[in-house]
């Protein structure tokens, strides 16, 4: 069976299916064999880079390492990047997301596997781990200053693996507001000690960020009409407090909220559209003048595409641009990408 290349499923690279998964807990992995063959006859079998560096944190300065193909003894599998590290090649799949079973190895005595499913690729048992916490678990978590609740965050993550762990940054919160990138524009910024105090957070912990320059201006929305933004509260991201109370995880989470006819993008047919406003800040004073602030009308932009994709790129003082969704202009306008910007705050 030969496949597009686009099409990175395992079935489609050989891997043959179990007849059916064994039940969670339910006895020793039983063997597999998958009837690719003797590893001498498949010389499109790619090799494993088992324990060679990779980037995993989407959190790190570098774009994480998406999964691969790989290739054990003739086996066509997937390794995955875990730790800054590539894994084994898993090459046995499975059918149920998410269900797991007892390692059979006597010193694996205690550990599952979980059923992994990876974008591209079909389901397949990953590694023997300990089982530390159940994938989706919640925790509350509170802003130490304001005593308010900021909301219920995922505590409890799966890497690609399928290894569960603790999430250490549940309650930690970046200042990440969006930017809108017109084509053949990238985001840079300045660090300017005269310049106005401005809490890019709204919570008074970062009242001196880094400033993106005028080519990639602020999305915003001038909440009480004064014709200025005035904080945090007024951009897109983390300073922005849902309808729920609690505040949005970043810049994407703050602007889906508005999707009011829920199509998966900002468009004129959603209620707050005509709030929407772009900020460029022309003298990087940040302060708002009047003719820096400017509806989306005014650039042609007619669509704020929400489903976002991460892409890092951070510069030498530590502010990261990270995730990135496309905006469409009409006839004669300015199309690009809205990214939201991680700030390095003084």
Not at 296 to 313: C, E, K, N, T
């Amino acid at each position: 069976m030969r496949c597009a290349p686009w099409l990175l499923s395992l079935a489609c690279l050989g891997l043959a299916a179990c007849d059916a998964d064994p039940a969670p807990n339910d006895g020793p992995a039983p063997t597999f064999d998958s009837g690719v063959g003797d590893p001498n006859e498949n010389a499109d079998v790619p090799g494993s880079h088992e324990g060679d560096r990779c980037v995993s944190d989407i959190l790190s300065y570098e774009t994480p390492d998406e999964p691969q193909i790989c290739g054990d003894d003739g086996l066509l599998g997937v390794e995955v990047c875990v730790d800054d590290a590539w894994s084994r090649c898993f090459t046995e799949p499975c059918k149920q997301p998410g269900a797991t079973r007892p390692c059979g190895a006597d010193e694996s005595a205690g550990m599952i596997q979980r059923c992994v499913e990876l974008d591209g690729f079909d389901p397949f048992w990953g590694e023997c781990a300990e089982d530390i916490c159940e994938p989706g678990e919640t925790i509350r978590c509170v802003d130490e200053f304001e005593g308010t609740v900021l909301g219920e965050f995922v505590n409890c993550l799966t890497d690609p693996a399928g290894a569960s762990y603790i999430n250490p940054n549940a309650c930690d919160f970046d200042t990440t507001p969006l930017v809108l990138a017109f084509a053949g524009t990238t985001p840079t910024f300045t660090a300017e000690a005269t310049a106005a105090a401005f809490d890019a957070g709204s919570r008074g912990r970062c009242e001196a960020p880094d400033w993106p320059t005028a080519a990639t201006p602020w999305l915003a929305r001038d909440l009480d009409r004064s014709g200025t933004i005035d904080g945090g509260h007024e951009l897109f991201g983390s300073g922005t407090r849902l309808a729920d109370g609690t505040y949005a995880a970043h810049g994407f989470a703050a602007l889906g909220a508005l999707d009011s006819d829920g199509d998966g993008a900002i468009t004129p047919a959603d209620a707050a559209w005509s709030e929407l406003v772009v900020w460029a800040d022309a003298d990087a004073d940040r302060r708002t003048s009047g003719w820096e602030l400017l509806p989306l009308a005014a650039y042609g932009i007619d669509a704020l595409a929400i489903d976002f994709r991460v892409d890092v790129d951070c510069d030498a003082r530590g502010n990261c641009s990270r995730e990135r969704a496309p905006f469409s202009a009409g006839a004669g306008g300015l199309a690009g990408e809205l990214v939201d910007v991680h700030l390095v705050c003084d």
